[in-house]
């Protein structure tokens, strides 16, 4: 979520005064810039790690506080949710075995939180969106217990006056409604941070923007989310509608969402950034501020600007500015904020080493590529790198278009060797890790392709719950061999498609709940529809039970095909008069459970109540349904593994 802070909710008057400070920041950083006191001449390199814990069935554990407590590392700290963890990583001076470090580092990191989360049953897994995510993981208490998150949960609900709305469509489409901001935390990434200079921010800044879609295209690693097939990098258009602080009302104005791109080159530099940013978005968190900078500028000091950082921290463009002091010393940074989580520390390396080398190795012959390039063709090129991954078709400079892997292979990753190479990053480094994802590339095997491969692997094989637990398994296999060293890191255009192994503990697990098995995708009908209907419904999808909704899409009854046959043996209805109803044949207030409710405690009610159906709901909405022939073929799939285990 960006820089931390201590926050609080904070009334008129402290909002006032915050803005003052975030005024007096504005005004400091001005000096700064003017008095060329922002260091230059230098770059250095850093990245922060987003991860997920798992529990040993592979769903997300609620675990990090007592993770950060045994791991005691300074490295690591919470996030949004307490299944996810954050490391920022030590700034690097760009060159050298600079990469090598950052890799060694990284897998250091993740290894203590690793240690740390087995003591307590669980593991770190490092991927942009877990696939066995469910609805029900993203109530409220799974927020994670800082005073500062409770703060931006109430202050961005307030904003959206109602809940959150997500729209997602690509192979499945996702359309959901949420209570609260954590959305968000079906997201991990990868951030990476690039220092540069005052003078020339704005050309590398703009030029981010526009290498950012490639980049990403090769790097896609979130297809799934809440068991729906999505984008290649699902994460983008989830960020952008999970925190959307704009009421309905001025979604038809043209105000910008929180998490945005931008809207066009940026002409002066981070200040012109900082300033559109506190004059778009309004103040949602504040802090204690400390001694006003021009106190701090006026003894030759270099003020802090918390203010401004706060601020930064509550809007997420996709290529961010940061202002930051180091032993006395201000700098600036670009945060490059798209990439994915996972699906090895290697490829994150390497997907790192790819956009350095591009920023490197294009800012000299392209300087000024808000000349070269239309921002709409670089908008569109990082939405298209978000939905089709390596698929996309991009717009580059002077207007022509490539396929993605085409323009990576014949254009870009030889800028990126020789950008490498001129930072004199060690000859070794750069073949390794630009290697890897020209592989990637020309196999066409990025984390979302291997991940959508699997699933058509094991389609009609288990449940979609067991198959997407069997993705989880196969990366935290590859990544604990990575883990473990010595020349064992596989990057993820090596890896076989998961496949679903016959294992009687992840068939238990997989079944637990009736949300693990249940059908959703669901054929119902209305009260006033005409009986001849649900009957040919029944006869079409070969099934003995539709439930009944009304226009608002409540449950309000159940038909069943014993209830058709009561009806044909009373005989015809007499010439003339109006045909039945599904009315006067349903089942009313029928009995119902939720994707919660434990499996036996299904087979238990459907026993005792004598029906053969029980729909699922959440609130009055319809999510699913379990019939008899479910249980039975449940029974059957743990009987088979446990016989053939015995």
């Given amino acids: 979520m960006g820089e931390h802070q201590v926050c609080e909710q904070a009334n008129e008057e402290q909002l006032q005064a915050f803005m003052r400070a975030l005024l007096d920041d504005v005004e400091a950083l001005e000096r700064l810039l003017r008095d060329d006191r922002i260091e230059s001449g230098v770059r250095r390199i850093g990245a922060e790690q987003e991860m997920f814990l798992v529990d040993r069935a592979l769903r997300p554990a609620p675990l990090a506080p007592e993770v950060l407590e045994r791991a005691a590392d300074g490295r690591l700290t919470t996030e949004l949710a307490r299944f996810n963890l954050e490391a920022n990583l030590c700034p690097l001076p760009f060159g050298g075995d600079c990469l090598r470090r950052l890799e060694a580092e990284l897998s250091d990191v993740i290894g203590r939180a690793a240690e740390a989360a087995r003591a307590l049953g669980a593991d770190v897994l490092l991927t942009g969106i877990l696939p066995t995510l469910r609805a029900g993981d993203l109530r409220l208490d799974n927020l994670t217990p800082s005073p500062r998150y409770h703060e931006l949960n109430r202050a961005l609900l307030q904003l959206r006056q109602g809940h959150f709305r997500a729209a997602i469509h690509g192979l499945d489409e996702l359309e959901m409604t949420h209570d609260n901001i954590l959305l968000e935390a079906c997201n991990t990434s990868f951030q990476v941070h690039l220092q540069v200079g005052a003078r020339e921010f704005a050309p590398l800044y703009n030029l981010a923007q526009a290498v950012t879609a490639p980049v990403l295209a090769a790097a896609v690693n979130s297809p799934l989310l809440l068991g729906q097939r999505l984008w290649h990098e699902t994460r983008i258009a989830l960020f952008e509608t999970s925190i959307d602080t704009r009421p309905s009302d001025r979604e038809l104005r043209q105000h910008r969402p929180r998490v945005h791109f931008g809207d066009g080159w940026v002409r002066e530099g981070a200040l012109e950034l900082f300033r559109e940013d506190i004059a778009r978005f309004r103040v949602i968190m504040t802090a204690e501020t400390g001694e006003p900078p021009a106190a701090v500028l006026a003894r030759g000091e270099v003020p802090d600007l918390k203010a401004l950082r706060v601020h930064n921290g509550t809007v997420y463009r996709w290529n961010r500015p940061c202002y930051g002091v180091a032993e006395g010393v201000a700098h600036l940074r670009i945060e490059s904020r798209a990439l994915p989580a996972g699906p090895t520390v290697l490829d994150e390396v390497a997907n790192a080493a790819f956009f350095f080398g591009l920023m490197s190795g294009l800012a000299a012959e392209h300087p000024r590529v808000d000349l070269e390039m239309p921002f709409e063709d670089a908008k569109a090129n990082f939405f298209a790198a978000a939905r089709h991954g390596l698929k996309a078709q991009l717009t580059w400079f002077g207007g022509e278009s490539f396929p993605a892997a085409e323009l990576v292979l014949s254009r870009l990753l030889p800028a990126a060797r020789a950008g490498l190479s001129a930072a004199g990053i060690d000859a070794a480094?750069?073949?390794?890790?630009?290697?890897?994802?020209?592989?990637?590339?020309?196999?066409?095997?990025?984390?979302?392709?291997?991940?959508?491969?699997?699933?058509?692997?094991?389609?009609?094989?288990?449940?979609?719950?067991?198959?997407?637990?069997?993705?989880?398994?196969?990366?935290?296999?590859?990544?604990?061999?990575?883990?473990?060293?010595?020349?064992?890191?596989?990057?993820?255009?090596?890896?076989?498609?998961?496949?679903?192994?016959?294992?009687?503990?992840?068939?238990?697990?997989?079944?637990?709940?009736?949300?693990?098995?249940?059908?959703?995708?669901?054929?119902?009908?209305?009260?006033?529809?005409?009986?001849?209907?649900?009957?040919?419904?029944?006869?079409?999808?070969?099934?003995?039970?539709?439930?009944?909704?009304?226009?608002?899409?409540?449950?309000?009854?159940?038909?069943?095909?014993?209830?058709?046959?009561?009806?044909?043996?009373?005989?015809?209805?007499?010439?003339?008069?109006?045909?039945?109803?599904?009315?006067?044949?349903?089942?009313?207030?029928?009995?119902?459970?939720?994707?919660?409710?434990?499996?036996?405690?299904?087979?238990?009610?459907?026993?005792?109540?004598?029906?053969?159906?029980?729909?699922?709901?959440?609130?009055?909405?319809?999510?699913?349904?379990?019939?008899?022939?479910?249980?039975?073929?449940?029974?059957?799939?743990?009987?088979e593994a446990f016989l053939r285990e015995g």
């Fill in 429 to 639: 480094d750069v073949d390794r890790y630009l290697g890897v994802v020209e592989e990637r590339v020309r196999r066409g095997q990025t984390g979302a392709q291997w991940a959508l491969g699997s699933l058509s692997a094991m389609a009609g094989q288990g449940t979609p719950e067991m198959q997407h637990r069997a993705l989880c398994a196969a990366m935290l296999a590859r990544q604990r061999e990575e883990a473990r060293g010595g020349g064992a890191a596989r990057p993820v255009h090596t890896w076989e498609p998961a496949a679903l192994e016959p294992d009687l503990d992840l068939l238990r697990d997989s079944h637990r709940t009736v949300g693990q098995f249940m059908s959703t995708d669901l054929f119902t009908v209305r009260p006033t529809d005409i009986v001849d209907f649900a009957a040919s419904v029944m006869d079409w999808r070969h099934v003995r039970h539709v439930p009944v909704e009304d226009d608002q899409g409540r449950l309000v009854g159940v038909v069943s095909h014993r209830a058709l046959l009561r009806l044909v043996s009373r005989g015809a209805a007499p010439n003339g008069s109006a045909p039945p109803t599904v009315a006067s044949v349903m089942r009313p207030d029928p009995v119902t459970i939720t994707p919660e409710t434990p499996t036996l405690e299904a087979m238990r009610i459907m026993r005792e109540q004598r029906v053969g159906c029980l729909p699922v709901v959440a609130g009055e909405r319809l999510v699913g349904i379990v019939t008899e022939r479910d249980l039975l073929d449940v029974s059957a799939r743990l009987l």
